[in-house]
């Protein structure tokens, strides 16, 4: 399956920001996604999940009650509604999909097969 990430950009703190990631290629609602994000001179890490059909979503401490994930096997996207943004959000975001039934632990890099190229965001104090 090919992931296309996008709707990053330039945001000022307390700004909001939706990402999408589009899914080709496969058979989308098979598939749990993932959030993750890489800071300048950081490891990439895990943000935010979402089960095949929703019913389950995970978050990092660090962005809970702030951003929500979502899917639509419709149109086979995953979203990112980000709000209350902070500078310390800034970073790269890639999507990311994997088939659990072979095991999935969500916040878990190597759980994801297939990984989308990015999309930027930064956030300005």
């Known amino acids: 399956v090919q992931l296309q990430a996008s709707g990053g950009g330039l945001v000022q703190a307390g700004g909001s920001l939706r990402l999408s990631c589009a899914a080709s290629?496969?058979?989308?609602?098979?598939?749990?996604m993932g959030w993750f994000r890489q800071a300048p001179g950081k490891e990439r890490e895990f943000v935010a999940a979402?089960?095949?059909?929703?019913?389950?979503?995970y978050y990092a401490d660090s962005v809970k009650g702030r951003f929500t994930i979502s899917r639509d096997n419709v149109k086979n996207t995953v979203y990112l509604q980000m709000n209350i943004l902070k500078p310390e959000d800034t970073a790269v975001y890639y999507c990311?999909?994997?088939?659990?039934?072979?095991?999935?632990?969500?916040?878990?890099?190597?759980?994801?097969?297939?990984w989308g190229q990015g999309t930027l965001v930064t956030v300005s104090s």
């Open positions: 979402i089960s095949r059909s929703a019913g389950s979503t």
């Open positions: 990311a999909a994997t088939d659990p039934k072979r095991g999935w632990l969500y916040y878990r890099r190597a759980s994801y097969d297939y």
């Open positions: 290629g496969g058979t989308f609602s098979s598939y749990a």
